[in-house]
Each structure stands twice: as structure tokens, then as C-alpha cells.
């Protein structure tokens, strides 16, 4: 096996760590994996820790047929690309600098696009497929399965449809099967230059739907204000871990004197806000997306307008829309807790609001009934108990 080559190096792997969904290369450690959110030794006793020379020789053979990234490589540090091993798998991968050495990370695409039913996803979000036009944000941070969940919906919607879909990727990720529909699925740095750009063509090359794998910058979310308005369905992503800060990452990217216009925009043209968090399951046996979803509706629209002004807050307007497939994360939380699907320590640890979600679980109502008689705590203070405080303790 030569050790400059990576399609050796990634078979053994991947032949002993199917279930990976990350490979790290990194100078003074052998190859490792990352397995349902944790990081894991790979179980091949003769991979050795690499030399920055090794890993540096690595880089040059992933990008040795792609003078473009190479380029972007050198010119930033840095720089994603898409490898495809033939029958092993697709990864996406980013190589970057640190140290003055140079580190791999593959992320592991599944060869075949997963179901809608597969991920358990809340129904609700099959009324993304029927829309016709404006913005669905699906959000989360890195690794939260967002890719997975849009590729499972652009895929039904592909089969339900015969429209015209259009992905902006960086890098591209799931290949799309011939459906009703036609696929064109464009990438960063081979076939444009940003997402801005390929928006911008998107609008004359007559599609229904334009996915874009990240709106990360003002030009970029003004075009796809823009494709909303003209009566395109828009479908992207954000690194926000929940709805309330997404509407702030969207208002906040523009300048101040813009946000009342922006705000009226949004407000009149997303239809969904779909966050993310992937849960281990009790049993170490992979994880289970929590799903938080805000739908479009007038109550929701005028917290978009009216930002901390608006009456009530935006988690209300999501408990309060349960009949129309809206949820919080908690809300998720508690009923896969109920359905035995996670268990109460992994929902308190992921839980948005703990406390609440403490009490409605009644493990709060537990501990306080099991506390000690004698134990004081700050709420059984009395005024008599209270001390008196004078002007030295100010």
C-alpha cells in the first residue's frame, strides 16, 4: 500500500468502520473516525500515526486532477472538494492548514439518499413538498443531518413533480436518480464561482425549484429574497441552531437601515424554518434528528416584522401552532421521551429550556420531593431567614 495514496488508506477504513460518518487525517495521530458524534480509534493495528509529510502528501493526491481548489488551496488555506472512490463511497471533504501542517476531514456520503420515513422526520415537513413558491430554511450546525434531510426532501418532491430543480452545492453531495423531474446540480469552484453568481443564472435558466446549499453572505440571501418574490421555491441552509436566531442571522447580515424593508421581505416570503439536533439513541446504536419547525402563518409573520416587539415570544407561537405541524425542540424532546425513542437524561442535556422541560417530565417535581428536610435552598428562605443588609454590603 503506498502511503501517499489515499484510495488504499480509505478502503482499509472504510472496510472496518462502515457506520463512520467522519475520517480525520491529522499529523502525529493515526486515522480516525467519527462514530454517532464521538471520536473512535480505527480498529487497524498497523495504521500508524502520520508525519505532516504523509498528510501533506495526501492533500496533494486529493487535489492533484483539481488545479481550481488546488489554487483556492493555497491562496486561503483551505479549501472543500467532493472524492468519489469507486466502490467504496462519495465524501466530502475539506482540507485546511494548522500549525504549518495540513489536516484531512471526509465527511461520509451515504451512496444511496435516504427516505423521508428512515430519518423520522415530523410529517409536517411533507407540506414543503406542495409549495410553490418562497423560502425553506433548513437549519443546524454542522454534522445535525441537514444535508441528509434536504436531499430526502428534494428527492420526493423530484418524484411527486415534473419541475425543473436546480442545486447549488459546495461541494455536491447525493446524486439524484432520473425521476418526473429534471436535476441539474451545480458546484462550487467546477462549475461557479459562488452561490451569488449561480443564483443569479438560476433565475433565466427556468427552474421551479433552486436548492443552495448555504446562503453565507448579503448578495447571496438579496438574490434569494429576490427568486422568492418572482415566484421560484427557494431551498438553503444556515449554521443556526434554532428559529429564532435564523431570522436574526437573515436581519442581521444586512445594514440597519435596511431592517425594516428586509424584515417585511422575509416575513412575506419563508413558508418554513426547519432546525435540527441529532440525539444519540440510549442504546449507542446511531442517533435520531430532534426537530424544531415554524411554519409561515400570520402570528409568525408578525414576529418576523416586529422582531422583540411582537406580542408573546416566537416559542409560543410554535406551541400554540401544534395543529398546523409546528414544534419546538422541547416539544420534540418530550415525545420521543414518551415513545421510549431517547431517554430523559439525553432530552435534559439537549433540552432548549431544561427547567421547563424538567417539570413537564417531572423529574424537578422528583428531586425536590427526594431533597433532604434539613437541605436550605435559595426558595425556602423566609423573611425572617432573609439577612438584613445595610449600606456596607452595597
Known amino acids: 500500500m503506498n502511503p501517499f495514496e489515499i484510495a488504499p488508506i480509505l478502503k482499509r477504513i472504510m472496510s472496518v468502520a462502515s457506520r463512520a460518518s467522519d475520517i480525520i487525517f491529522s499529523p502525529g495521530s493515526p486515522p480516525k473516525v467519527m462514530i454517532d458524534g464521538s471520536l473512535a480509534e ?6 500508524r500515526p502520520l508525519s505532516p509529510y504523509q498528510t501533506e502528501m495526501l492533500v496533494l493526491d486529493l487535489l492533484k486532477d483539481k488545479p481550481q481548489a488546488r489554487e483556492t488551496f493555497l491562496k486561503t488555506g483551505s479549501v472543500d472538494i467532493s472524492y468519489t472512490l469507486e466502490k ?12 504549518n501542517s495540513l489536516v484531512i476531514v471526509m465527511r461520509v ?8 420515513d428512515s430519518l423520522h422526520l415530523p410529517q409536517s415537513l411533507l407540506g414543503t413538498l406542495d409549495l410553490k413558491n418562497g423560502i425553506v430554511l433548513l437549519t443546524g450546525p454542522t454534522g445535525s443531518g441537514k444535508s441528509s434531510t434536504m436531499a430526502a426532501l428534494i428527492n420526493l418532491m423530484a418524484q411527486k413533480y415534473a419541475y ?12 439524484y436518480p432520473k425521476t418526473k423531474s429534471m436535476i441539474h446540480q451545480r458546484e462550487l469552484g467546477a462549475d461557479t464561482q459562488s452561490f451569488a453568481n449561480a443564483l443569479r443564472a438560476g433565475l433565466r435558466q427556468a427552474p421551479q425549484v433552486i436548492m443552495v446549499g448555504e446562503m453565507r453572505d448579503v448578495e447571496s440571501i438579496e438574490i434569494a429574497l429576490e427568486a422568492a418574490e418572482t415566484g421560484h421555491l427557494i431551498m438553503s441552509t444556515l449554521h443556526t441552531i434554532d428559529a ?3 431570522i436574526e442571522r437573515i436581519i442581521g447580515v444586512f445594514p440597519k437601515e435596511q431592517e425594516s424593508v428586509i424584515r417585511s421581505r422575509f416575513a412575506q416570503t419563508f413558508r418554513f424554518i426547519i432546525s435540527q439536533r441529532l ?5 449507542g446504536k446511531g442517533r435520531v434528528a430532534a426537530v424544531e419547525v415554524l411554519k409561515s402563518n400570520d402570528r409568525t409573520r408578525t414576529y418576523v416584522l416586529k422582531g422583540g416587539q411582537a406580542a408573546g415570544s416566537l416559542e409560543d407561537a410554535m406551541v400554540d401552532g401544534s395543529h398546523e405541524g ?3 425542540f422541547d416539544m420534540d424532546l418530550l415525545d420521543k421521551v414518551n415513545r421510549r425513542i431517547i431517554n430523559r437524561d439525553i432530552a435534559m442535556r439537549y433540552a432548549t429550556n431544561p427547567n421547563n422541560l424538567g417539570l413537564k417530565l417531572g423529574i424537578l ?6 431533597r433532604p428536610k434539613d437541605e436550605t435552598t435559595d426558595d425556602s428562605l423566609t423573611l425572617e431567614k432573609m439577612p438584613v443588609l445595610g449600606l456596607d454590603n452595597f
Open 42 to 47: 480505527v480498529p487497524l493495528k498497523d495504521l
Open 365 to 370: 417535581k422528583q428531586e425536590t420531593e427526594t
Open 279 to 283: 440525539l444519540p439513541r440510549p442504546d
Open 164 to 175: 425543473h430543480i436546480i442545486t447549488i452545492e459546495d461541494p455536491i453531495e447525493f446524486l
Open 88 to 99: 467504496t463511497g462519495r465524501f466530502r471533504t475539506n482540507c485546511f492548514r494548522q500549525r
Open 244 to 246: 429564532a436566531k435564523t
Open 326 to 328: 409546528m414544534q419546538t
Open 109 to 116: 456520503i451515504p451512496t444511496l439518499i435516504p427516505t423521508f
